[in-house]
């Protein structure tokens, strides 16, 4: 016998107290360090899960996972044309947020950006026209996830746009993103209008060539897992608040801007549409979570959830072990904050892949870096320190990578684990931006809410039978 | 309906907090719509669709902080601009605000506060093995208060704790004293050198505060529940106890308390014990126990504390001495409470909070009583009780058995079960003498003393005799002597153990039984 026993004797206690109250009060009253679980139960029928059926061992498998995602090296490399450069893209695919989705069940939202993309694309001359092509199937619709590919919101890709392509240096894949349009009547919310399209051509013909040429100077490309970490120390949580990363971001292709600048007054405003657009890092932060979390899809019996998306319909998970499974529930309701004249009636159900940030170990899970944005649910700094304590009990590690200097710069946390998910009861937490349920209207509001519950159960079923 | 319009120049918020504002004003009665916003060109053309964009609005530059209500009427409107500026004005929260989260779970717990080193587990009891697991699994010492826990479970985790070098005390363990510390239903005791294992909740807590109150300290109190010594189990906590009490510099006397053990375990036990340099008291309370060198042998709780004191002091000697003279002035009060009882009362009824108590007491009533004493809870199984809820001849009900504790507090939290038993009692024309057991520290009732007066009053009235025992010291809670005094006050006898309580119960019951049989003659 090792003698721990003895080794306790004479050492300050410190004690963790799970059942009644009174004796965690009465172990405090003696000047007792005491820590008071908020124990539970755990849902009906929910064991500890160590071995699938066929006897993998999860532990076993989620430390491989782990160590994957941690050792990414996500860095921006260039820039191309997503017809180009994006495998499995062609002339008539529209890629799109969440998992599978037909034109039929497609939310207001992702269907005006989709109508929206074929006019800018040249294919249909109105609404109608491309309601009709869209509806004809002579369009093929995919989800970004099943080409290495992340969308905010309604996630809308279609094959001329630029795209941002992102290295995982560590393990050679590569993760596509758009460029961000900034917020108010944008194609990602569902908006159309001439605005919209305008805004996408400058962003294809002035914007795209101008970063595209600025980066391609920059030879070692952009560390983004670097960036996201500083913008965490900035108070970014970089899902719903990028304003640092995009300050960084600025700052780092600052001077490649202009020693590739051919025309002053063009470079002068691709630095105002950036300086503009506090989200423009949340196309960099995204691209950067899918190709750090992408290498461990394929872990066998793993229990981590390596997607996590939402199509305004359906709210999707994959693990890990099954990557190419999806499992999905209705999306949410959003709780949320609304634009002058509109409300709760008008919002669409959750939306977008932007909960890759998540995924990844940031975004939402890092709140706690971010106290500015919590007022998004009327919330309070210290409500941001809460949801970011409270992810730890769903996440299987945390990222060493990302710290939090409000907690002692402990890791973020890092590894949603469908088997916690069930044990505690407690569903991810995701801020977000919410999109008008008609097609073509646009952004409407902002808020939070949590991930439903139905996929996490079949999902860890799903996980046992293996 | 109606616009009003209020312009702060120069005033700046972030866009969360003018939506927050926003929605606010929108809940108002009377107002129909609201925008705060700053008068950015976007902005307007907002509040132009939304028919918001009123003239001094149009004119607002982006520095311009813009709020605009519609109402049903201009002075609704106003009103909504006021709560407003009152709103713009307010903070979150004070700064500093205090953190109010609690981890859900005990590697979240040990995550948070890494030098956490005891689990305190009193969930419910088919979730406290995983936990209990759980917690040794991340390198804790374990007390298990739940009951409820299969054997199997039991000896499972005593195994994995003694891999790891860990304490696994329980399940049903309800008292641990570590480094001082009192865990559980325990009492505030003075550090010093008696270190003490125990299978038995409140018979540690009887040594331990009989020390105390001899001005004897506790190393540390080890409970390593019920079932640690039958066989199955193999007394594995017993053991590791035993030998890091024997490892440990600041214990120099060590005492066991049990009921008898299985034979086998007997033998290890006292294997271990002999082996060591420290004199040990070993209480198998009810069993004997053999001869062994560095054993030393006691029948009761109260006997075991006075001879680890006396083991201090090598003069251990002394204790038999010291018994008898409190033998015998047992017996005078005996003498005196009869004198003082009327009638042809010769019943004894004990109703205990404390198991290790109530089989204590009918230990000693075993080789004192001529008459059988019947318990839910008893030595032997023929003088089981037929109904709980009803006493019969000599009875000793102990109130923390599981018929008594499902969906209800322990008697030790709760005296209402006892209150009301009292009562029943003292309607009972039988009943010569009640002996109550009073067990204070942490986790127990802030009162039991008080909470009972009204009660043994009563019985008292009834020309009840009524003897009780005070587990404790003056440091509790509730304070050894204020307890003591509301006892006295009402008329109890209280004695300075429970092994004496019981001693002078049994010798009134004695007495009137003789007597009876005098008049019977």
């Known amino acids: ?466 | 309906m109606n616009v009003q319009t209020l312009i702060k120049t120069s005033e700046y918020h972030d866009s969360v907090k003018l939506m927050l504002v926003a929605r606010e004003l929108s809940r108002l009665p009377g107002v129909r719509d609201a925008a705060v916003v700053m008068g950015t060109e976007a902005n307007k053309s907002l509040l132009e669709q939304s028919g918001l964009l009123s003239q001094p609005a149009q004119a607002a530059t982006p520095n311009d902080l813009v709020l605009v209500v519609a109402a049903e009427d201009q002075e609704v409107a106003k009103a909504a601009l006021k709560t407003a500026e009152a709103l713009l004005a307010r903070r979150a929260e004070p700064a500093g605000g205090g953190l109010d989260f609690r981890p859900r779970t005990l590697r979240s717990a040990v995550k948070a506060q890494p030098e956490a080193n005891v689990a305190v587990i009193s969930i419910a009891g088919r979730f406290a093995a995983d936990e209990a697991r759980q917690a040794l699994a991340e390198g804790l010492h374990v007390l298990l208060f739940s009951d409820n826990v299969s054997l199997e479970d039991e000896i499972s985790l005593k195994r994995m704790a003694h891999e790891k070098g860990l304490l696994l005390m329980g399940p049903g363990a309800g008292t641990a004293i570590l480094n001082g510390v009192a865990l559980g239903f325990a009492n505030r005791l003075p550090r010093g050198p008696v270190g003490v294992v125990s299978a038995a909740g409140t018979g540690l807590q009887e040594v331990t505060t009989l020390l105390a109150r001899q001005g004897v300290g506790i190393s540390q109190g080890i409970g390593t529940g019920g079932r640690d010594l039958r066989e199955d189990v193999g007394g594995i906590m017993m053991l590791d106890g035993l030998q890091a009490l024997q490892e440990d510099p600041e214990t120099r006397v060590i005492l066991l308390v049990s009921k008898p053990p299985a034979p086998s375990v007997t033998a290890r036990i006292l294997e271990q014990a002999s082996t060591g340099r420290k004199p040990t008291v070993v209480c198998f309370l009810g069993g004997t126990v053999p001869a062994a060198p560095k054993i030393l042998p006691a029948r009761t709780l109260q006997e075991a504390a006075l001879t680890a004191a006396a083991a201090l002091k090598g003069e251990t000697g002394k204790v038999q001495e010291s018994l008898d003279q409190e033998q015998a002035g047992l017996q005078e009060r005996a003498n005196r409470v009869v004198e003082a009882l009327t009638g042809t009362r010769t019943r004894l009824r004990g109703l205990f909070s404390g198991g290790t108590l109530a089989y204590e007491a009918q230990v000693i009533w075993r080789s004192l009583l001529s008459e059988p004493v019947f318990s839910n809870a008893p030595l032997d199984p023929i003088h089981q009780m037929s109904d709980s809820a009803r006493s019969q001849g000599h009875t000793i009900v102990d109130l923390g058995e599981e018929e008594f504790t499902v969906g209800r507090p322990h008697p030790m939290i709760d005296q209402d079960l006892r209150l009301r038993r009292i009562l029943q009692e003292a309607q009972d024309p039988e009943v010569a003498v009640l002996l109550l057991d009073l067990v204070l520290g942490y986790g127990a009732h802030p009162d039991p003393a008080g909470e009972l007066s009204e009660a043994i009053r009563k019985a008292r009235e009834a020309g009840i005799a009524v003897v009780a025992s005070v587990t404790g010291t003056e440091e509790d809670p509730q304070g050894f002597c204020r307890q003591t005094r509301i006892l006295r006050d009402v008329g109890v006898e209280v004695c300075e153990s429970n092994a004496a309580a019981a001693q002078l119960a049994g010798l009134i019951v004695t007495r009137l039984e003789r007597a009876g049989a005098a008049r019977g003659r």
């Open chain 1, 1 to 466: 016998m090792k003698m721990a026993i003895k080794d306790l004797f004479g050492r300050p206690l410190t004690v963790v107290n799970l059942g009644l109250e009174g004796f965690a009060g009465a172990i405090r009253d003696q000047g007792v360090a005491v820590v008071d679980l908020d124990w539970k139960p755990p849902a009906a029928g929910v064991r500890p899960l160590y071995r699938t059926a066929s006897g993998l061992d999860v532990e076993e498998a989620n430390q491989e996972v782990l160590r994957r995602i941690k050792a990414a090296r996500p860095v921006l490399v260039g820039m191309g044309i997503a017809k180009d450069v994006i495998p499995g893209m062609h002339e008539h695919k529209i890629l799109h947020s969440g998992p599978p989705v037909t034109w039929e069940r497609m939310c207001g939202p992702q269907r005006g950006a989709v109508m929206g993309a074929l006019i800018y694309e040249g294919l249909a001359r109105d609404g109608r026209e491309a309601e009709i092509l869209a509806r004809s199937g002579r369009i093929e619709f995919a989800p970004c996830h099943h080409h290495h590919c992340v969308g905010p919101m309604a996630g809308v890709v279609s094959p001329r746009m630029p795209v941002f392509i992102v290295e995982n240096k560590a393990f050679g894949n590569h993760a596509y993103c758009t460029q961000n349009e900034g917020l108010g009547k944008v194609l990602r919310y569902g908006a159309m209008g001439e605005e919209v399209y305008e805004r996408l051509r400058w962003m294809e013909t002035e914007l795209y060539p101008i970063l595209d040429r600025a980066l391609a100077s920059i030879p070692e490309g952009i560390d983004l897992k670097a960036m996201i970490a500083q913008a965490l120390h900035m108070g970014d949580e970089c899902h719903n608040r990028n304003r640092a990363g995009t300050s960084l971001f600025l700052r780092a292709i600052g001077p490649a801007l202009a020693r590739t600048s051919r025309n002053n007054e063009a470079m002068a405003r691709v630095i105002e549409f950036i300086d503009r657009n506090d989200h423009f890092f949340l196309n960099l932060s995204m691209p950067a979570g899918k190709a750090s979390v992408e290498p461990a899809e394929g872990v066998a019996g793993s229990s981590i959830v390596t997607v996590m998306a939402r199509n305004g319909t359906d709210f999707g998970i994959r693990l890990a072990s099954m990557p190419e499974r999806w499992f999905t529930a209705p999306s949410g309701k959003v709780e949320g904050l609304y634009f002058p004249s509109f409300s709760e009636r008008d919002a669409n159900p959750d939306i977008g892949d932007s909960t890759i940030t998540e995924t990844a170990g940031y975004g939402g899970f890092a709140m706690a870096a971010a106290p500015a944005i919590t007022q998004f649910v009327g919330g309070s700094p210290s409500m941001a320190v809460e949801t970011t304590l409270e992810m730890y009990e769903i996440t299987a590690s945390e990222h060493e990578g990302f710290t939090i200097p409000v907690l002692n710069f402990r890791g973020t946390p890092l590894g949603i684990d469908v088997r916690k998910v069930r044990q505690t009861g407690i569903l991810p937490k995701i801020n977000t931006g919410i999109a008008h349920r008609e097609p073509g209207v646009g952004m409407v509001g902002a808020g939070i809410l949590r991930a439903p519950e139905a996929c996490f159960v079949e999902a860890f079923q799903a996980l046992a039978a293996l």
